[in-house]
């Protein structure tokens, strides 16, 4: 009993004083007298961790007791940004802790600052990921990560001055306080080789899969902590790590240095993340990564089924195990090559316990974001996986002519393998015929997926198809970014909406109450002189917070249509110049470009050589200012969202899957200016019409638009400020160096325009207009944002949770009972 007991450390500020106190010199080995502020940031994340651990194996005591099941999230990314606050308030300890730390002479904000982001993802789909792991544990649910623990996270971005330059996100410089290393948590990776057929005279055929190249996968753990419960989950991130095979390697030949390289090489498998988000990669690391993070997962899932008992057969009952899109689709040949090759099952046994496991979220139709396989590189690197995805797609196939006779175009559309364009692997083919469930995230995208890229396998397993709606979680995007309105709300209508979103609707009565729109108002404007002080430190430029300041922050593509917000800024300025009388704005822009993105990266040199000639314009003064606020991130996110008055979710209708920004921004009061694009749709039904000013095509008028042969050269022939505005930019009057850039994208609206920029503009700056009326009236705007805030509860990841916990995962809440 004394071994197995666990410690149970004090949460008081006397107790993590003397915690942090000690971690100076136990953990980071400094005198506390000479302790910097970095030491102290150290000391306090290793007295939290401690603390967190403790829980963690509570937790996972209480789970094995309770015979739970368990979901397991597969994703390539996760987008979490810093960690020791969100630690610390999950937890419980924040007011303490900042406590002991002012008894120790430090300041809690300045060590929270001090910390990198960890950007281990690109944007929505990482994010998600994120909230949704969070969610889990504040709700109870035995749900776990996993993923990679990339060397490299998104990359730092900077101007030059006005074009993109991208550097390495080194976060892991320092070594990384949150992390608990598993060195005995180790599994082989197999890659290349070749695959040995075992006939057997009776019985199923046998297959190894021999002499290819091996690499380990390592453990790292991360304790997910849940906020006002006791349970703390985990997030397993694997990093490659050579085998002893590579020192062995060339050592007879005494090629010492080769032996070296090559196992260093063996290692670059989780060193960056690929910073694509749109344009799927089809490069050979990129499927070693993907392969490489599903079957150690997959590895550990069954050996952690089976030693706490349970028999294969039991694992769509103990097991869930959710894709989070296409990149660890793999997996389901993974687990089928586990099952049959390593466990010995037959593989219709087999095949029926994967698909009662899987489920598949996706997050695009846009084709060029979908992943396909080139059939031979897949047999080169995963020659075992080529042949199971040979023998699923012929079972499949199989069910399809029984079920459709002589519909050679049907079986052609629906197989996994795509022979138009030089033989690929569709691994979103792969992933619905190999899951019980497939999700799209928004009601518009689950019914645009069954419309049109499912439509074929809707036709087959309706009730395979559902929808989620994304969802964000309060603790980050309320709790920790807005603590003005935080505390306005607890005194207005008490604390319950931090564990029940909706419980926010309580406030709809106030929404016309006079003291409540003064409070609302002012926490508003002190949100923008907080961001207003960042960016003048990043940027140099000065805010006026009296303002409406409006945002667009997002990944940079032609999609979501930056250009249609910068021609708006174009249009604007030209008119203040001609003597006109314009309602001012501040429009700050955020976001990454691909690094191989050159349209996108266009985009982002444009604005910024704009913003340049707007914000010296003595004319302009205060009436028009734009900034690119560099480098988003998830903390920078966190400053800015609080502080907008409108929020820019402008997608070309049917591209937006669903957005989660548009979700964040409409929580924290921003007024919506929208396409009914994604969960906008959503957005405008929960807060009503009155309260979002939705414009241009919907997504049929879209398809409907582009049937007609689009003609933007006509549009601009009748639209005269559209027309000066496109002129200026194309006649070089924002750049002095290269006026030929700007010809081209003069070229581009005029000519090409794929995602209805011109066509949608009369819109767009008529319900700009409208918001600008609307903000002229202190009053209604502050009632109208009141009403927002009011009734976003519907967009709680905690119901996203819920929802994928009752209709895919099949999976209860198991409250972590208080140890004292
Ligand atoms: C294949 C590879 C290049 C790739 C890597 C990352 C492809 C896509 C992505 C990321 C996609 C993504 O972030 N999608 C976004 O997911 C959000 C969460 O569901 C949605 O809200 C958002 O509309 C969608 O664009």
Redesign the pocket.
């Known amino acids: 009993p004394e071994v197995t007991h666990l410690p149970n450390l004090p949460n008081d500020v006397e107790g993590l004083r003397q915690s942090i106190r000690d971690a100076v010199v136990r953990v980071v080995g400094e005198d506390p007298r000479q302790a910097t502020e970095r030491d102290w940031m150290e000391a306090l994340a290793f007295a939290i961790r401690e603390r967190m651990v403790e829980r963690r194996l509570l937790t996972r005591r209480q789970f094995a007791d309770e015979d739970v099941k368990r979901v397991y999230y597969l994703s390539m990314?996760y987008l979490i940004g810093r960690m020791l606050e969100a630690n610390l308030r999950n937890m419980g300890i924040l007011e303490p802790a900042r406590q002991a730390m002012a008894d120790l002479g430090v300041n809690l904000d300045t060590i929270l600052d001090l910390e990198d982001d960890a950007a281990l993802g690109?944007?929505?789909?990482?994010r998600?990921a994120a909230c949704i792991l969070e969610s889990l544990a504040t709700q109870g649910y035995p749900g776990y990560g996993y993923g990679i623990r990339y060397e490299f996270g998104m990359f730092r971005q900077e101007f030059e001055p006005y074009h993109q330059v991208e550097h390495p996100d080194n976060w892991l410089r320092y070594g990384n306080p949150w992390e608990f290393p598993r060195s005995d948590r180790k599994y082989p990776i197999h890659f290349y080789g070749h695959v040995v057929e075992h006939h057997h005279p009776r019985g199923e055929t046998r297959y190894t899969w021999e002499n290819g190249e091996e690499v380990l996968a390592m453990a790292y753990d991360y304790p997910t902590a849940g906020y006002g419960r006791r349970n703390v989950n985990n997030l397993r991130l694997w990093a490659a790590k050579a085998t002893r095979d590579f020192d062995l390697r060339y050592f007879n030949e005494g090629d010492y240095i080769r032996a070296v390289a090559d196992k260093a090489e063996s290692e670059t498998i989780s060193m960056v993340l690929?910073p694509?988000?749109?344009?799927?990669?089809g490069k050979e690391l990129r499927l070693k990564q993907e392969y490489f993070f599903v079957s150690a997962s997959l590895q550990d899932i069954l050996d952690r089924h089976l030693a706490l008992g349970y028999n294969l057969d039991a694992l769509p009952d103990k097991v869930a195990i959710q894709l989070n899109?296409t990149?660890p689709a793999i997996a389901v040949a993974e687990l089928m090559r586990l099952l049959v090759d390593c466990h010995e099952l037959s593989w219709d046994r087999a095949w029926d316990l994967a698909r009662r496991t899987f489920a598949y979220t996706n997050?695009?139709l846009m084709p060029e974001?979908l992943?396909t396989w080139p059939v031979e590189l897949m047999e080169r690197v995963l020659p075992r996986h080529m042949g199971i995805i040979y023998q699923i797609n012929h079972d499949f196939l199989e069910q399809v002519r029984h079920r459709y006779p002589g519909d050679n175009d049907r079986l052609a559309r629906l197989s996994i393998i795509d022979e138009q364009n030089g033989r690929r692997v569709r691994m979103a083919h792969l992933a619905v015929v190999g899951s019980h469930r497939v999700n799209g995230?928004a009601a518009l995208h689950t019914q645009l997926l069954q419309e049109t890229l499912f439509e074929d396998f809707y036709n087959l397993w309706p009730e395979r198809f559902v929808n989620v709606t994304?969802g964000v979680t309060p603790r980050l995007w309320m709790i920790q970014a807005n603590p003005a309105l935080t505390e306005l709300l607890g005194q207005r209508i008490g604390n319950d909406w931090q564990y029940d979103l909706d419980r926010l609707r309580a406030l709809e009565p106030y929404a016309h109450d006079a003291d409540l729109q003064k409070a609302f108002l002012d926490v508003k404007r002190a949100n923008k002189v907080r961001l207003a002080n960042l960016v003048r430190e990043r940027t140099g430029v000065e805010l006026n917070p009296d303002v409406m300041f409006d945002v667009q922050i997002k990944r940079i593509h032609e999609y979501k249509r930056q250009l249609l917000k910068l021609l708006h800024v174009v249009d604007l300025y030209r008119r203040i110049r001609a003597g006109e009388d314009v309602a001012p704005r501040v429009v700050l822009f955020g976001g990454k470009a691909a690094p191989g993105y050159a349209r996108a990266k266009g985009i982002i040199q444009v604005i910024n050589e704009v913003a340049d000639i707007v914000n010296h314009d003595p004319a302009v003064g205060d009436r028009l200012k734009c900034v690119f606020f560099p480098n988003y991130e998830v903390s920078s996110a966190s400053i800015i969202i609080p502080a907008a008055d409108v929020s820019e979710q402008i997608s070309t209708a049917g591209f937006?899957?669903?957005?989660?920004g548009n979700m964040k921004l409409a929580l924290n009061g921003a007024l919506t200016i929208g396409t009914l694009d994604?969960a906008n749709i959503e957005i405008r039904d929960a807060v009503g019409e009155e309260s979002i000013f939705i414009f241009g095509m919907t997504a049929d008028e879209v398809v409907e638009h582009r049937r007609n042969g689009p003609n933007p050269e006509a549009i601009l022939a009748q639209q005269p400020n559209l027309a000066a505005a496109v002129e200026m930019i194309e006649s070089g009057f924002f750049t002095c160096d290269d006026p030929g850039t700007h010809g081209d994208l003069g070229r581009y609206l005029r000519h090409e325009d794929p995602f209805f920029v011109i066509a949608d503009y009369a819109a767009y700056t008529e319900a700009c207009e409208r918001a600008d009326t609307l903000y002229a009236d202190r009053t209604a705007w502050a009632e109208a944002a009141i009403l927002n805030v009011a009734r976003m509860g519907y967009f709680s990841i905690d119901r996203t949770v819920r929802d994928y916990a009752n209709q895919i995962w099949d999976i209860i809440p198991e409250p972590v009972a208080p140890s004292r």
């Open positions: 990314e690109n944007g929505g789909l990482g998600l690929y694509n988000d749109a344009t799927a990669i899109d990149h997050h695009t974001a992943e995230v994304n937006e899957a669903s957005g989660t994604g």
